[in-house]
């Protein structure tokens, strides 16, 4: 057996596969996305404030740069950077209460899918290649269950973390806590507005997003012999956090900067850089500090990514 370069925890051998298996319902992820979201569509309207509304941008605003994107994605997930324990414990920690899963469970998911994407064929769930109706409630409310999965292996630092094992367990509770403040200040808008619209717009967002950065877009990279390719969702840069800027995290999975030409707004990388400049971040990974990989191949390039580019190859 051998772990997979770039698919971080992933390990396989011979008889692993990316392309049998079942899509199947998944009963407590549909019931959980469901009902937030069928809340957020009945309620919502209802129960509308300005200053719930309000609450719904700060705290999806929030929860998506430090939680999602920093924390669970370029951090946890890809180890891009480093900083104090106690940060990153905060910054997946409101990664969680995004509602999409737990850091294990999310870990899990992301490497799986990006060890299947790299391979030559792999299962239309992975590469998002239902019609749009289909591959939502795929995405959303079901699982792929492979004939045979590769296993998958935590590394000690995060398998021996006892917070990530709580927040494991509990992530859905997690909304309680801050559904019972939002109750006593603002009242029933600001839990409708600030849990049950934010998660619901958030993980159906993220869906979205990767539905079409999976499939159409702009590309300045290839990887050649990989079944899925990445592709940047340009109208979703800015509100992803950077995020939709795909085809550059498919080229440079490890680095911490995603949005790398000029306009490629990317706000989880200019949180970064305020923790470095605190002292609170440092070692951060950037595409040249990679190793090459040589199915890695560039078709168009222009302002920063041409520089990165240009360095890379210069190196081969």
């Known amino acids: ?57 700060a705290t999806s605003a929030v929860t998506l740069c430090a939680g999602h994107s920093v924390g669970m994605h370029r951090r946890l997930i890809h180890n891009s950077f480093q900083c104090p324990l106690w940060l990153e414990h905060v910054c997946v920690y409101l990664g969680v209460l995004v509602g999409m899963a737990g850091p294990i469970g999310m870990m899990r998911i992301h490497d799986l899918r990006d060890w299947a994407q790299r391979q030559p064929v792999c ?32 590394e000690a630092r995060v398998s021996q973390d006892r917070f990530f094992h709580i927040l494991e367990r509990s992530w859905m509770v997690q909304q309680l806590p801050w559904a019972l403040l939002f109750l006593a200040i603002g009242g029933l808008p600001w839990v409708v507005w ?74 989880g990388w200019l949180l970064i850089r305020a923790f470095e400049t605190c002292g609170l971040a440092w070692a951060i990974v950037l595409p040249e500090h990679l190793p090459r990989r040589p199915a890695l191949r560039r078709v168009a390039a222009r302002g920063v990514g041409c520089r990165i580019a240009q360095r890379l190859f210069a190196r081969g």
């Open 1 to 57: 057996m051998q772990l997979v370069p770039g698919s971080e925890r992933i390990v396989v051998d011979g008889a692993s596969d990316p392309v049998r298996g079942a899509v199947r319902w998944a009963p407590v992820k549909s019931i959980w996305i469901g009902s937030m979201t069928a809340t957020a569509l009945v309620a919502g309207p209802i129960y509308f404030t300005w200053s719930a509304f309000l609450l719904f941008l």
């Open 123 to 154: 299962h239309d769930y992975f590469g998002h290649r239902a019609s749009f109706w289909k591959d939502a409630w795929h995405q959303l409310h079901c699982e792929l269950a492979l004939e045979r999965s590769p296993r998958f292996e935590l």
């Open 194 to 267: 600030g849990i049950c619209v934010r998660v619901s717009v958030c993980v159906t967002g993220h869906w979205l997003v990767g539905h079409y950065a999976h499939r159409e877009g702009s590309q300045t990279w290839l990887v050649d012999g990989a079944s899925v390719q990445g592709h940047d969702v340009r109208i979703a840069g800015l509100i992803s956090m950077g995020e939709s800027w795909h085809n550059n995290h498919h080229a440079f999975p490890g680095s911490a900067r995603i949005g790398l030409e000029p306009g490629q707004a990317d706000l």
